[in-house]
């Protein structure tokens, strides 16, 4: 995303501070949280939270912000990278973000010797709470994550909607609200005793389908290539990564079902592209194609997690 004039500034105890800025902080918070509880529940070593915690986050910052200055053509050109550091402007990659906290798990279980895949687990979870509070928090920016114009009269007339003569759909709500239901679910996922990585893995392949969707709603995207958004290609390539590691980590990655899903992903892929264009120049019924764009991308993200299913149950 990118911090713009339109955000709403607020002053607590004196310090002025983006309306944005503090849920980023509280979704920090609630992550770090989260991670300490999930490694107590998984038996990590000592220390192994902590530091999972504090290499995710320096890992998940930087980068988001290297990603940001890479992929940041507004102004014809890339960011230079000297501004990443520069965290009072410009912007950030949430899945810029996402593989930093993993790279930084990664590094973590490295240095503690712990299981990788634990650690892991840990990490993809306490990332949805972080998520779901960077959502809420751009509602505090004018303009900021909202749909196309709506033709749908129920939903102009819901809470989703804002704008005044053009309602929009307020599509941060909508990310928000998925990323607290993916919580749940690989939080109860979590309780299963199942191959250590099984919740990642299945974190990419839920949360890279919901984010095409997710991301496909929004219409202020500035980073683009054509009618389909580089968040989409973002959460499609890790959709991706969610199959192939499911196959690879299958019991038999020769099967038919390891093979169905491989050859659904560019099938996937062009059929969405496809939707994309339909939802891009075309009048067709949105609420139609985006009924069919939720049915594509849910075939590869359902044979990944039969794909999981068919590991076998083990110790976390």
Not at 252 to 280: H, M, N, Q, W, Y
Request: with cysteine.
């Amino acid at each position: 995303m990118n911090l713009i004039e339109e955000a709403v500034i607020i002053e607590v105890l004196g310090i002025r501070m983006y309306a944005f800025g503090a849920y980023v902080a509280l979704g920090v918070l609630f992550a770090v949280i989260c991670l300490c509880v999930t490694g107590r529940s998984l038996s990590f070593k000592k220390g192994t939270s902590l530091l999972t915690a504090v290499l995710s986050v320096l890992c998940g910052v930087i980068c988001s912000r290297v990603s940001f200055c890479l992929l940041n053509k507004e102004l014809g050109h890339m960011t230079p990278l000297s501004f990443w550091p520069q965290v009072n402007g410009g912007g950030w990659s949430m899945f810029g973000l996402i593989g930093g906290a993993l790279v930084g798990g990664n590094i973590s279980a490295r240095i503690t010797k712990e299981n990788a895949g634990k650690v892991l687990n840990a990490v993809c979870l306490s990332i949805l709470p972080f998520i779901a509070a960077e959502r809420i928090g751009e509602s505090r920016i004018e303009d900021f994550d909202i749909s196309r114009p709506l033709d749908s009269t129920f939903l102009k007339g819901s809470f989703l909607a804002v704008g005044g003569d053009e309602p929009c759909l307020a599509t941060y709500y909508v990310a928000a609200a998925v990323a607290i239901v993916l919580f749940i679910v690989l939080a109860l996922r979590m309780s299963r005793k199942e191959k250590a990585g099984n919740l990642a893995n299945a974190f990419l392949l839920l949360f890279g389908a919901a984010s095409i969707i997710t991301e496909s709603l929004r219409y202020d995207r500035f980073l683009s290539v054509s009618f389909v958004g580089l968040q989409q290609i973002a959460a499609a390539l890790m959709l991706a990564l969610g199959v192939v590691l499911a196959v690879i980590r299958g019991k038999r990655p020769k099967s038919a079902l390891s093979v169905a899903s491989l050859v659904s992903l560019p099938l996937i892929t062009g059929a969405v592209i496809g939707l994309e264009f339909a939802l891009d120049r075309t009048t067709w019924n949105k609420l139609l194609i985006y009924a069919a764009m939720i049915i594509v991308v849910a075939i590869p993200a359902v044979l990944g997690m039969i794909l999981l299913k068919t590991n076998g149950e083990k110790n976390n």
